[in-house]
C-alpha cells in the first residue's frame, strides 16, 4: 500500500485563505487528506469548515506537523518570526522553515514584508497558481496517480 501524502495548511488571523485553499483542494484533489493548524481558534474553526479532515491549534501542532508533513501551504507569514501580525513565533517560523515539506508559500504582502517581482493580484489568482503548484509537487510526490 502506497503512503498517503501528508498535506498541511497552516494559516491564522481568521483563517479565510486556508478556508479558500482547503476548498479548491477538496474540489480538485478529495482523496488528499488535510490537516489543517491554525493559529487561533477561529482560524481552525474555519479550516473545519472548509472540509479539513484533521485540525489543530497553536504553535506545537505546527512544529510536529513540520516534522512529519509532505507538504506545507500557507502565506508568507508562517516563515516569519512574528509573522501574521505575531501569531507565528520564531520555534513555528524556524519549525516550518528547516521542515522537509515541499512548501507552498502564497505571497502576501502584509505584515511588514513585500515580495520583489510580485504583482498586486487577487486572492483567486493565488490559489489558481497555488494549485497549480500543488499539482506538479503530488505528481513528483507520486506518478502513478494522475492528477487533473
Known amino acids: 500500500m502506497k503512503k498517503q501524502v501528508k498535506v498541511t495548511v497552516i494559516d491564522g488571523q481568521g483563517g479565510s485563505l486556508g478556508n479558500l485553499l482547503i476548498k479548491n483542494i477538496k474540489k480538485k484533489y478529495p482523496h488528499l487528506h488535510i490537516l489543517a493548524i491554525g493559529t487561533n481558534g477561529i482560524a481552525t474553526s474555519n479550516m473545519l469548515k472548509a472540509g479539513a479532515d484533521g485540525i489543530a491549534t497553536g504553535a506545537n501542532p505546527v512544529v510536529v506537523a513540520s516534522r512529519t508533513s509532505d507538504i506545507i501551504i500557507g502565506p508568507l507569514g508562517i516563515l516569519t518570526a512574528d509573522g501574521l501580525l505575531g501569531e507565528i513565533n520564531a520555534e513555528m517560523a524556524i519549525a516550518v522553515g528547516r521542515s522537509l515539506a515541499h512548501k507552498i508559500i502564497i505571497p502576501m504582502n502584509k505584515c511588514n ?36
Open 113 to 148: 514584508v513585500s515580495i520583489a517581482g510580485t504583482e498586486k493580484i487577487g486572492m483567486d489568482r493565488l490559489i489558481k497558481d497555488a494549485l497549480s503548484i500543488l499539482k506538479d509537487v503530488l505528481l513528483d510526490l507520486d506518478p502513478d496517480i494522475e492528477y487533473q
